[in-house]
């Protein structure tokens, strides 16, 4: 996020403001669509991890 707050700062002393916002009016919907697709993805994971380990956890060993 910090990153994304660099740049967007870095775009906005260097070109002009009309552009930056240009930029940011073509990027943003492709932003949005790659960070919900990331979230859902880190989201599964661990909730595939949580079943995982309460399965694991439930079953007992028979040794």
């Known amino acids: 996020m910090l990153a994304l707050l660099g740049t ?3 775009l906005v002393l260097t070109y002009r403001l ?3 916002v240009a930029l940011a009016k073509m990027y943003a919907p492709v932003v949005t669509i790659a960070v919900a697709a990331v979230g859902t993805v880190i989201r599964s994971v661990k909730w595939l991890r949580g079943r995982r380990k309460a399965r694991l956890s439930s079953t007992t060993d028979p040794h």
């Open 18 to 20: 009309e552009q930056t």
């Open 8 to 10: 967007m700062l870095v």
